[in-house]
């Protein structure tokens, strides 16, 4: 086959790099421009160099977030994922309970982040609520926003409810792309539930399970409205999350030059994540 | 291996059936012998699968049952009726190495380690994978997944029957040739009762001893591919089978013998006492002659197919073709006569037999 190569084409894409441009990589320049200036006002900017990314690096503060951050988002992934396959094993294959199953899991995707964390507020309230009375009527003490175990509990409570349909759905999806004809072809085999579920499911779900590990990661790296909404990232800093901090250093305490390295170390951290995920999917396909 | 008796088996998939309509299989009895290589032919829809399914005990007749040498295994599970199957498309285990692809209906029985080696090194010597015995087994191509899904069931040298659902229908053609005289190799050597379902022709004609032609959930006819190609029992095997199929032409049928519009054709034997069944006359395009003498035709169309002529004509108004050898030359006027040695005589589609016919005239 040959290829017909036209310079003029470049002017199709045009377009879409403007675009870009202006949603993406000016405001990312910003950004960056930002983070090696100190200002005082006045668009005055002197020039700082590596400055803030040091005062970054090196600061507990950013640790501690960070280190909340990879906590919330294990914890998170260690539950949902195994969670969300195993809802989805149970799932019917076919009949009309599917599609109420599937309504249902829906539900919780299909309501917005801030109202996810108003409703869980209102919910784990001590006094009204009805996890926050219910357990304390049980005998457990449980004050959200006074003991950071129940603060933790709640957020990682609210985002299994919230996001554990994601996962359900996506492999929910890849069971149901399995032909009949493993099943058939393990039921002559002798295998049993588990080797059917090791050898057969598994590595059939393996592609959207890693798309399912790659979007909530994502998703849980950069959270914010729902503790926001729910704790405000407290009590004290125990729910601050990397994200919740890096607005307090921008819009609380006007930081710029901090909070504008924080967000280019952040955004890094994420691409090399997901470039990793990248490679680990596409290796898969290679096979 | 087994000999395989089906006994007035139905099926239905609607729950209940009431009449002949909602049958997938209408009514099926026959054995299939120890060590056979049968072929279960048929369009798609005319219930081959389902019949394969119902053996390998992936459905449950709604009516009959199933003896595997004599014992009823009608209620057992695919699993206790210890038969194997490969499907239309390669099932493999893609995490496992080909040697664990075999060696996993062993494991999953609890036979000893020692055997298991031993059975599935011998397996892959048979099925000729045994330089691939440690790859992954995701990485093959089609026909050695294909490979892997037989070797399967042979790693098992107790079952019942090795069943074949279209097994190549994925597989490139040039690969297709390969494998069919691979298995049929492995037939001769060690004698597996096998079931191949297929709607190829060619696939089924070559591969069994038996070909079980079915249509709309029963079986028309049940023969040797040579007894399929010359006496076909019904005008669906003779137009299913051979290429292009046979011809079929309305024939008049009196004292004298078979008519075709004004012309006559002659028959030998006796014909059948006048009644009132649709008369059809069947006549292989091989058995077609163009010459000089007999009925005056038209000559429509030509197809050179390379070793031969496909000669599209109308007689009478109805479409026929013929095959002749390449480099013969066609008559201006051009007339068509039948090989008496290839022609049959169907009644309600259903053919009949000259000799019988005259006993039943007799009578």
Redesign the interface.
């Known amino acids: 086959m040959t290829k017909t190569w036209n310079n003029r084409a470049w002017f199709l894409v045009l377009p879409v790099l403007l675009l870009v441009a202006f949603n993406a990589i000016i405001p990312l320049m910003t950004v960056v421009n930002y983070s090696v200036q100190e200002t005082f006002g006045n668009n005055l900017f002197f020039f700082e160099g590596t400055k803030w990314y040091e005062d970054v690096l090196t600061s507990d503060r950013f640790h501690a977030s960070l280190f909340r951050q990879f906590l919330f988002t294990g914890i998170i992934l260690l539950i949902e994922v195994p969670l969300g396959v195993a809802i989805a094993l149970t799932m019917p294959r076919s009949g009309p309970w599917v599609s109420v199953c599937l309504v249902l899991m829906a539900l919780p995707l299909l309501i917005p982040w801030n109202v996810v964390g108003a409703m869980w507020n209102i919910m784990a309230l001590p006094d009204i609520g009805l996890l926050g009375y219910g357990l304390n009527a049980l005998g457990i003490p449980y004050n959200f926003t006074r003991q950071p175990i129940s603060a933790w509990f709640t957020v990682v409570l609210m985002d299994v409810w919230h996001w554990t349909s994601l996962v359900v759905l996506l492999a929910y999806a890849g069971l149901r792309s399995i ?1 009949e ?2 099943y ?2 393990a ?6 539930r588990w ?1 059917v579920f090791r ?2 499911q598994l ?2 779900m393996n592609r959207v399970l890693t798309i399912a590990i790659l979007l909530r990661f994502m998703d849980s790296f950069m959270i914010y409205t729902e503790p926001f909404v729910l704790t405000g990232g407290g009590p004290g800093n125990a729910t601050t999350f990397l994200s919740i901090d890096l607005v307090k250093a921008a819009l609380g305490e006007f930081n710029l030059g901090i909070a504008a390295a924080m967000s280019i170390i952040y955004f890094l951290m994420t691409l090399l994540v997901s470039w990793i995920f990248y490679t680990l999917m596409t290796r898969g396909e290679d ?1 | 291996m087994a000999r395989i008796d089906l006994n007035n088996i139905r099926h239905a998939y609607l729950p209940n059936p009431a009449s002949d309509d909602d049958y997938a299989l209408k009514r099926v009895h026959h054995t299939f012998d120890d060590g056979g290589a049968y072929a279960l032919l048929g369009p798609s829809g005319c219930g081959k699968t389902t019949l394969l399914n119902i053996i390998s005990g992936l459905l449950r007749p709604t009516e009959g049952q199933i003896l595997f040498d004599g014992k009823n295994v009608t209620d057992l599970s695919t699993e206790d009726r210890n038969i194997a199957q490969v499907f239309q498309f390669p099932v493999v285990y893609d995490t496992m190495t080909v040697y664990q692809n075999l060696a996993f209906p062993l494991r999953n029985r609890g036979v000893a380690a020692d055997e298991i080696d031993r059975r599935v090194r011998e397996t892959l010597e048979m099925i000729d994978l045994a330089e691939r015995a440690d790859q992954k087994a995701k990485g093959l191509t089609a026909d050695d997944k294909q490979k892997i899904a037989l070797g399967r069931g042979l790693v098992r040298s107790d079952v019942s029957a090795i069943l074949f659902d279209e097994p190549l229908t994925v597989i490139d053609p040039h690969m297709k040739w390969v494998l069919r005289s691979q298995l049929k190799e492995l037939h001769r050597r060690f004698a597996f009762t096998m079931v191949y379902v297929t709607h190829d022709q060619t696939e089924a004609l070559t591969f069994a001893d038996q070909v079980v032609v079915m249509n709309e959930g029963e079986i028309v006819q049940i023969g040797t591919p040579e007894e399929l190609f010359e006496r076909p029992n019904h005008t669906f095997v003779g137009y299913f089978i051979g290429s292009p199929g046979m011809n079929v032409l309305p024939v008049r049928i009196d004292g004298q013998g078979a008519h075709i519009g004004s012309h006559a054709i002659s028959l030998d034997g006796q014909l059948p006492g006048n009644s009132d069944a649709r008369m059809e006359l069947g006549v292989r395009p091989e058995y077609v002659r163009i010459g000089e003498k007999g009925i005056p035709a038209q000559i429509l169309r030509v197809e050179d197919t390379g070793r031969r002529k496909i000669v599209h004509a109308t007689v009478e108004g109805q479409p026929i073709a013929a095959i002749v050898a390449e480099g013969t030359a066609l008559p201006s006027e051009p007339r068509i006569s039948f090989d008496p040695a290839g022609i049959n005589l169907y009644a309600d589609s259903w053919r009949v037999d000259p000799v019988s016919a005259r006993q039943e005239g007799a009578t």
């Open positions: 032909p004809a493993y058939q072809a039921r002559i085999d002798g295998a049993s080797s050898y057969i590595p059939k096979q």
